[in-house]
Each structure stands twice: as structure tokens, then as C-alpha cells.
């Protein structure tokens, strides 16, 4: 259940991020509004960062070294791919 409310947490911020962005303009003339989106893509990647840990940690993958290395792990367990 951990898992799937922190997917729909990041989800909302992709979505939040989306209606937020600016054009390339904008976005580089209007630091408030940069640094907004650039907080929203920050906290959606730590939500993704969360999830693939609870992963890692549910399938007793091991514990890594950093959090680098939980992307590791899962790519040596396929759970994800590199590409």
C-alpha cells in the first residue's frame, strides 16, 4: 500500500509539473517560477527514489550502498532495465 501511495504522491507532482512549466523563455527569465519547477522535479524524484527502496527492501534485494545503488540492485534483479 506504501508503495502505491507514494507512486500516486509522485504522479501529482509530475502532473502539478506539467501545468506549471513554462515555455524555455519564461522559464529562464522568471526565477520564482524556475526554481518551483525545479523543486517539483526534485521532490518527485526523491518519491521515486522512496519507492524503489521500499522495493528493494519488500524483495530482500540486499542493501545498497547509496542511492545509486538501489537503482544497481534492481537493474541486477530486472525489476527495471537501463534503458
Same mark, same amino acid.
Given at each position: 500500500?506504501?508503495?502505491?501511495?507514494?507512486?500516486?504522491?509522485?504522479?501529482?507532482?509530475?502532473?502539478?509539473?506539467?501545468e506549471?512549466?513554462?515555455?524555455?523563455?519564461?522559464?529562464?527569465?522568471?526565477?520564482i517560477?524556475?526554481? +518551483?519547477? *525545479?523543486?517539483? !522535479?526534485?521532490?518527485?524524484?526523491?518519491?521515486?527514489?522512496?519507492? /524503489?527502496?521500499?522495493?528493494?527492501?519488500?524483495?530482500?534485494?540486499?542493501?545498497? +550502498?547509496? *542511492?545509486?545503488? !538501489?537503482?544497481?540492485?534492481?537493474?541486477?534483479?530486472?525489476?527495471? /532495465?537501463?534503458d
Open positions: 500500500m506504501r508503495i502505491f501511495s507514494k507512486l500516486d504522491e509522485m504522479t501529482g507532482y509530475v502532473e502539478e509539473l506539467k506549471m512549466l513554462p515555455d524555455k523563455e519564461e522559464y529562464l527569465q522568471h526565477l517560477r524556475r526554481r +518551483a519547477c *525545479e523543486k517539483t !522535479i526534485e521532490v518527485a524524484i526523491e518519491s521515486l527514489i522512496d519507492v /524503489s527502496a521500499m522495493i528493494v527492501s519488500a524483495g530482500k534485494f540486499g542493501l545498497p +550502498a547509496s *542511492e545509486e545503488g !538501489i537503482f544497481d540492485i534492481l537493474v541486477g534483479k530486472k525489476v527495471i /532495465s537501463r
